[in-house]
């Protein structure tokens, strides 16, 4: 089971756009909406007071994940564009690898979800969807050509546990092996 993660680590995680949309929400919802409401209580009316003065500060919150998002976008589109061969793709680091395989699948119109837990992740490191399709990827530093059969039956496992309609691996063998 993926590790939990907090909502500016999944909002990272997500378009730019999305955030930049939550900013403006926010902004307009604490800034204009707010005061309009009538609160019985008078803490909610001092909060309905206070808040409006700080909307700028809570959209700027999301305005700042929306800006980490674009950048991990553009570096991992960057690095995908800078392979010229195998030899290249075996030259980058480990993590690299998997930003790779999931910017290729992200060109070929996936919606593609990173696990960005640390730790045990059910082997799973991308899950792929698209035509209500959910696949599972395991991306694995490997030293031979072959996947074992344990590889697979656990990725098998994997995959009836969660529901997913397909699964596979994807091996990186570092040019330094």
């Known amino acids: 089971m993926p590790k939990r993660t907090s909502l500016l680590d999944d909002l990272i995680t997500l378009p730019w756009w999305f955030s930049l949309a939550l900013a403006a929400v926010v902004y307009f919802g604490l800034k204009f909406y707010l005061p309009t409401v009538e609160f019985q209580s008078p803490a909610f009316q001092g909060i ?8 700028g500060i809570f ?3 999301f305005i700042f994940t929306a800006a980490i ?6 570096r991992r589109g960057e690095l995908l564009d800078r392979q010229t061969s195998v030899k290249s793709i075996k030259a980058v680091s480990w993590k690299d ?9 992200r060109r070929q119109g996936y919606s593609v979800q990173e696990n960005t837990g640390g730790g045990a992740d059910g082997g799973v490191d991308l899950v792929l969807s698209k035509n209500g399709e959910r696949i599972l990827v395991q991306c694995k530093n490997w030293k031979s050509s072959k996947v074992g059969v344990s590889t697979v039956r656990e990725l098998f496992g994997v995959m009836t546990a969660e529901g997913a309609s397909g699964g596979g691996c994807c091996l990186f063998r570092p040019v330094y092996e």
Do not use: C, D, R, T
């Not at 309905?48 to 003065?53: D, I, L, R, S, V």
């Open 69 to 74: 998002s674009a950048y991990h976008s553009w």
């Open 59 to 61: 959209a700027s919150i």
């Open 48 to 55: 309905g007071k206070a808040f409006p003065n700080m909307a």
């Open 97 to 105: 690898f998997e930003y790779l395989v999931s910017e290729a699948y």
